[in-house]
């Protein structure tokens, strides 16, 4: 489009009219200037509120899940437990007979065998005294046996001597 | 963004045409034209005509600044009835800038923000017509219109002063 006025009149007075100047008005340009470098020197203003926002988003999320996270439910379990009513429930178990005979002494097979028969024997017998106390024991094997210990003369070849006393300090003075 | 030598260049060559723009809607204008400088400092991309962008800017501005400020305005202009100049005083120009001035104020808005973007501004009619609104065609025909209309003001005699000096 043409700019140019066709009129030499209105040209004339156009040329007159944009002689005259604009009053500058009242702007500080100094401050004008310190405020838009002020401006041009922020330029990520928005990181901050945004990066608060999101945080505060992500509170409230986790808050309000831990607030209405739902309650778990108590489950019952019921056990039953067989309470043995005759005496042919206080008899000992059987003795695990474990076919030596079968198997060379000394063998490691012998010695896992008497190793696992001791661990059931064990654990049989502490059943037995949680269950109905230490009186239910069986008699001791060991004290049953420990008349039949060798004694220090016998081995000796010495004649066996019977003991005077009881006691537990046989002292003679 | 824009460096601060452009920066300030465009600020000595184009705040006092701003000015008198912002001048055709509110009363104060330096604050408006301030606050579009500021804008233009935080783009963070340049416009691709900074001066057509202030305009546009400032033109926006001023029109809400006018309606927020309506009341205060009326009471001001009730109260104190002065209206501030809108052009330099000069002897070597051929038109009276009092003259030249009352001229303006009496024409239109839609001429008189056209003259004022073409001849003090140095805006193009195709930078016009977005900027008010309508094609380049029509605003070109505002401004001869609104030149028509200035011509006929300033031909009027006046009993106090001649509006053409010789």
Redesign the interface.
Known sequence: ?S?S?PDP??AE??K????????????D?DQ??F???Q??AR?FVWLWPTTTGLLVVVATVLGAALALRPVPIPVGKVVYVTIPQSAADFAPMPQVDSSASSRRPGSAAELDDDLWAGSAEYLRQRNQAIRWGVDALPASPSMASASRLPTLEGMLGLPEKKPEHLGLFPLKF | ?MG?EA??RL??EH???L??YARQWCAA??DV??EA??KL??Q?KSPEHPVAWLYRVVRNGAISAVRSAQRRRRHEEAAGGRT?????P?EA???D?QA?SAALRELPLELREI?VAH??GGL???QIGPLVGCS??TA?RRY?EG??A??EK?EKPCPSQPP?RS
């Open positions: 489009m700019e006025t009149k209105l007075l156009e007159s009219l944009s002689a005259l100047v604009p009053v500058p008005g009242r702007i340009r004008l200037l405020r838009a470098g401006a041009s330029p | 963004m601060p920066f300030s600020v000595d705040s006092a045409a000015i008198l204008p330096e034209v301030q400088f500021l400092v935080g963070r501030p100049a809108w052009f330099v000069s120009g051929s038109l800038e030249a003259i001849l003090w193009t009619f195709e380049s065609s070109h001869l030149l028509l200035l011509r300033l053409i």
